[in-house]
């Protein structure tokens, strides 16, 4: 059985309280995007090495095989990861 709809039409909350909770969301995350320079180097050197062991894996795996499929498609990832998050 479906229920009926609801005709209530008060919002869910109101300005006031959407803009105190995206500022205390805000507060609250503002630690995670303080650049760490530990954090850039080993991101950057396993995306290093993902990019290049799967596109070692996809040149060696034989032609249109699942797995030399699977390897292009992490290597296109970890290669665009690597050009647009560490340049």
Not at 18 to 47: C, G, M, N, Q, Y
Not at 61 to 79: C, E, P
């Amino acid at each position: 059985m479906t229920r009926p709809a609801q005709t209530n039409s008060e919002p869910a909350c109101s300005l006031a309280e959407a803009e105190f909770s995206l500022r205390k969301t805000r507060d609250l995350i503002a630690h995670l995007f303080v650049p760490s320079a530990t954090v850039f180097w080993i991101d950057l050197a396993v995306t290093t090495v993902v990019s290049y062991l799967s596109a070692f894996i996809y040149l060696r795996a034989r032609m249109g095989s699942f797995k030399q499929v699977v390897a292009f498609v992490i290597a296109g990832l970890a290669f665009f990861s690597a050009r647009h998050l560490h340049s």
